[in-house]
């Protein structure tokens, strides 16, 4: 092993012809001002796999979506030591080539992805000028799955950048995400259809990249559609976390199925105020149900429309959006042409009561909630086990891929 040779660089595109034109083997670490981090791997001056970046798990699943759908994400568990090592996204394909799962083509597609993707957040970040660099010599990838050349993948890069940032986007970050912030003046300006595709997808949950594979389109034309919105605040580019795969303890299998998810129903409640939501999802919890709650309105048809709950409680009165208006909406969505939705209010009074069942609601229900008319409403609409049957229900067995 040799020992890395550390520079401060002017132009970091000189370093990765350095690499080509030595036929460099090995790692070429680069670190911006701010902080972010990419390592280029190298073998014969050739690139044969990038990581780092913002999001290395997105990137990871947002790949295996493009390239590899007949794999079920979902469905995987790793140990911890599978994804501790700088290139755990590489040896997992790798491991899913070596059992069949994955074709040498899929993988070609991905790499090639991959670091040009990692280039073109390196020119956003850097804009190649200054950078900190290193060398090391540890030849991680004996015999890669694919060989890029350099060259062709910096012209690329450029390429890209340049149609980027002449589109007006150059101070937007593509692993942002979008979220809707005005949506009633973005209901005004497109049809029921593009508004109701708005509020599917633009939540602040997907970046513009994780669009752009949702979409089946580049992240450019994503972007630019998006960028009249951004620019009037009827949208905002958020950070989101990244989305780490699931570790598992299970010590003899390094990739495994996942265990089989609750069967319970999912309810979901609606409402602007912690108590309600902390009360109905103790009492909802005890009695073996699942909860999810939501207290932003603006965010309820999202999340919702992701988590598809069984049952819905959801507030009459709540700022920006109130529940009659949120049941209409739900009730335009064929997913939710029969879930029960269950009015919450203060106010027994007759006009609310006849209001909700035009809006398409299912029951009501006055506050102060208690546990008794909570499950009353419930076992009235979902079908519910006793916490006994639940506590006593056997667990599913782990079962291992091969």
């Known amino acids: 092993m040799t020992h890395p040779e550390v520079m401060v660089s002017n132009n970091i595109l000189d370093e990765f012809k350095t690499c080509t034109q030595l036929q460099y083997n090995g790692q070429l670490n680069i670190k911006s001002s701010k902080g972010h981090q990419w390592t280029f791997y190298y073998r014969l001056g050739r690139l044969v796999w990038a990581t780092g970046g913002t999001h290395p798990f997105r990137r990871w699943r947002r790949y295996m979506a493009q390239y590899c759908p007949q794999v079920d994400v979902d469905k995987m568990q790793l140990r911890k030591q599978d994804i501790s090592i700088n290139h755990w996204d590489y040896r997992l394909w790798e491991i899913l080539y070596k059992k069949q799962k994955i074709q040498r083509e899929q993988i070609n597609a991905i790499v090639e992805s991959t670091i040009a993707e990692l280039l073109f957040d390196l020119a956003q970040q850097t804009n190649f000028v200054y950078g900190s660099c290193d060398r090391n010599q ?113 010590q003899n299998n390094s990739i495994s199925t996942q265990p089989k998810r609750s069967t319970a129903p999912l309810v979901a409640c609606v409402d602007d105020s912690p108590q309600v939501c902390k009360m109905l999802e103790e009492i909802l919890t005890a009695n073996g149900l699942r909860f999810v709650k939501i207290q932003d309105a603006v965010q309820a048809l999202p999340t919702l429309i992701q988590d598809k709950p069984d049952l819905i409680f959801l507030d009459l009165i709540m700022p920006v959006a109130s529940g009659y208006e949120i049941c209409t909406q739900l009730r335009r969505i064929s997913a939710f042409a029969n879930t029960p939705v269950i009015i919450l209010t203060g106010n027994d009074g007759l006009l609310d009561r006849v209001r909700a069942k035009v809006v398409g609601s299912t029951d009501f229900l006055t506050k102060p909630v208690t546990a008794d008319r909570v499950m009353s409403v419930v076992r009235k609409y979902l079908p519910v086990q006793t916490p006994s049957q639940v506590k006593s229900r056997p667990q599913p067995p782990l079962e291992v891929c091969h």
């Open 138 to 250: 540890d030849v991680i990838l004996e015999t890669p799955m694919s060989y890029t050349s350099a060259d062709v993948s910096m012209k690329h890069m450029q390429d890209s950048w340049t149609t980027w940032s002449e589109a007006g986007l150059a101070n937007f970050a593509p692993d942002l995400a979008p979220v809707l912030r005005r949506p009633e003046q973005l209901q005004q300006q497109v049809s029921p259809c593009v508004y109701k595709n708005f509020v599917t997808l633009i939540n602040g949950k997907h970046t513009l990249r994780d669009l752009g594979v949702k979409m089946k389109q580049s992240v450019l034309p994503v972007t630019r559609s998006l960028l009249p919105y951004i620019l009037k605040g009827i949208i905002e580019l958020v950070e989101v976390p990244d989305l780490p795969l699931v570790i598992t303890e299970d």
